[in-house]
Nanobody
Framework: QVQLVESGGDLVQPGGSLRLSCTASGSIFSILGMGWYRQAPGKQRELVAISNGASTAYTDSVKGRFTISRDNAKNTLYLSMNSLKPEDTAAYYC??????????????WGQGTQVTVSS
């Protein structure tokens, strides 16, 4: 079917930067939208940023610090994170809403990549 593979998570000091990547592969006809979510221990998964065509949106806590971007030719989504704070510590998950080559629409999740912000 469709697979998402994330990478880029790491341990970083407060104020540091990271860039996450998420590459979609498999039976993809088109990608309708992609987004980044995160889940901290003991908390619900929350939306961080989404990219639908030419539009993007961010949760308030990351506005001005995070930038979401896509390379459509590579079916890859990025999240550039600057001025990282300890409260950004979480497992980050990529989500994609795709239309498969069988013309079926589905939502797919990656396995997650850990971001830890600590001195």
């Amino acid at each position: 079917q469709v697979q998402l593979v994330e990478s880029g998570g790491d341990l970083v000091q407060p104020g540091g930067s990271l860039r996450l990547s998420c590459t979609a592969s498999g039976s993809i006809f088109s990608i309708l939208g992609m987004g980044w979510y995160r889940q901290a221990p003991g908390k619900q998964r929350e939306l961080v940023a989404i990219s639908n065509g030419a539009s993007t949106a961010y949760t308030d806590s990351v506005k001005g610090r995070f930038t979401i971007s896509r390379d459509n030719a590579k079916n890859t989504l990025y999240l550039s994170m600057n001025s990282l704070k300890p409260e950004d510590t979480a497992a980050y998950y990529c989500n994609a809403v795709v239309v498969t080559t069988a013309r079926v629409q589905l939502s797919t999740w990656g396995q997650g990549t850990q971001v830890t912000v600590s001195s």
